[in-house]
T-cell receptor, first 114, second 109 residues
Framework: IAGITQAPTSQILAAGRRMTLRCTQD?????MYWYRQDLGLGLRLIHY???????GKGEVPDGYSVSRANTDDFPLTLASAVPSQTSVYFC?????????????FGPGTRLTVL | GQNIDQPTEMTATEGAIVQINCTYQ??????LFWYQQHAGEAPTFLSY??LDGLEEKGRFSSFLSRSKGYSYLLLKELQMKDSASYLC??????????WGAGTKLIIKP
């Protein structure tokens, strides 16, 4: 059982380019999340999905889009990358997004936008 | 606004005890989590508190006081492998996790 996998592990991207970060989980969790982590700041929620076919905006959604076509996959797309999107991106999942839900994290993608 | 405060960095000695504090001001409260994050790795779950009091799990304990908006993580018998960042997070009224910036714990021999 792999848990949550993310790809790529790291990426250097030119500003203005389109980029999709991949996230796959094999735990059959209904809820999935995308966070960014920047030095000196807490994890910030970008988008989330409580079940396949639905998505919602988090704290910092601008410049990002997501889709949830099935239970396992939750890709994050940067339509036109900007340097301020340089960050470490973590995908997470939980059973159903409820109040007692523990979130489990993927290994992260380190993205640098030049 | 919503806010979670933790000390930025703490230093402790191997074998000792350390207490990492977390204070929060959030719109509603539906539980508090502590996660551990080693450098360059993903956060991993340590503990969950929703009622006042102390939850003990091996060398780690977590305490919650909802009336004071306060929690602490207590680490006993510190080991070098405990060197990591410790993240405090609160579920708000919208069931979104609000995260603190984390406390970097340095363990010295």
């Amino acid at each position: 059982i792999a848990g949550i996998t993310q790809a790529p592990t790291s990426q250097i991207l030119a500003a203005g380019r389109r980029m999709t970060l991949r996230c796959t989980q094999d735990m059959r969790h209904n809820a999935m999340y995308w966070y960014r982590q920047d030095l000196g700041l807490g994890l910030r929620l970008i988008h989330y999905s409580n079940t396949a076919g639905t998505t919602g905006k988090g704290e910092v959604p601008d410049g990002y889009s997501v889709s949830r076509a099935n239970t396992d996959d939750f890709p994050l797309t940067l339509a036109s990358a900007v340097p301020s999107q340089t960050s470490v991106y973590f995908c997470a999942s939980s059973i159903d997004g409820g109040a007692t839900d523990t979130q489990y994290f993927g290994p992260g993608t380190r993205l640098t936008v030049l | 606004g919503q806010n979670i405060d933790q000390p930025t960095e703490m230093t402790a000695t191997e074998g000792a005890i350390v207490q990492i504090n977390c204070t929060y001001q959030t719109s509603g409260f539906n539980g508090l989590f502590w996660y551990q994050q080693h450098a360059g790795e993903a956060p991993t779950f340590l503990s969950y508190n929703v009622l006042d009091g102390l939850e003990e799990k091996g060398r780690f304990s977590s305490f919650l006081s909802r009336s004071k908006g306060y929690s602490y993580l207590l680490l006993k018998e510190l080991q070098m492998k405990d060197s990591a960042s410790y993240l405090c997070a609160v579920y708000d009224s919208n069931y979104q996790l609000i995260w603190g910036a984390g406390t970097k714990l340095i363990i010295k021999p």
